[in-house]
């Protein structure tokens, strides 16, 4: 419960970033959606989840700083970008779901 109401910083940026990212690409694959309809929808959410994934680690990356140690410098990692594929993975299906059965049905 701790954690819940106090996250860890980096891993709230990375959640943040990654969902971010997955909104508005999430809005943009249902503009296409709607503008499109009944067309395959295969290939642009297999494009959204790629650039939910990539942009989401990259993201992180820039703006997650991890601790180095004693020396209390600040540096990026590659940690940190994996931080953000870790956390983009499920974000990206989550935002999914709720654009294709809540969003879409409610228009």
Same mark, same amino acid.
């Given at each position: 419960?701790?954690?819940?109401? +106090? =996250?860890?910083?980096?891993?709230?940026?990375? %959640?943040?970033?990654?969902?971010? *990212?997955? !909104? @508005? /690409? &999430?809005? #943009? $694959?249902?503009?296409?959606?709607?503008? +499109? =309809?009944?067309?395959?929808?295969?290939?642009? %959410?297999?494009?959204?989840?790629? *650039?939910? !994934? @990539? /942009? &989401?680690? #990259? $993201?992180?990356?820039?703006?997650?700083e991890l601790p180095s140690g004693a020396s209390g410098v600040r540096r990026r990692s590659a940690w940190a970008a994996m931080l953000g594929?870790?956390? #983009?993975?499920?974000?990206?299906?989550?935002?999914?779901?709720?654009?294709?059965?809540?969003?879409?049905?409610?228009?």
């Amino acid at each position: 419960m701790r954690q819940l109401r +106090n =996250p860890p910083p980096p891993v709230l940026r990375a %959640v943040l970033a990654d969902l971010v *990212v997955a !909104i @508005v /690409a &999430g809005i #943009a $694959l249902l503009v296409y959606d709607r503008a +499109n =309809p009944g067309a395959d929808m295969a290939p642009p %959410v297999a494009l959204f989840i790629a *650039v939910v !994934i @990539v /942009a &989401g680690s #990259a $993201l992180t990356y820039v703006w997650v700083e991890l601790p180095s140690g004693a020396s209390g410098v600040r540096r990026r990692s590659a940690w940190a970008a994996m931080l953000g594929l870790f956390a #983009a993975i499920p974000i990206a299906y989550l935002v999914l779901v709720v654009v294709f059965q809540v969003v879409r049905a409610l228009l």
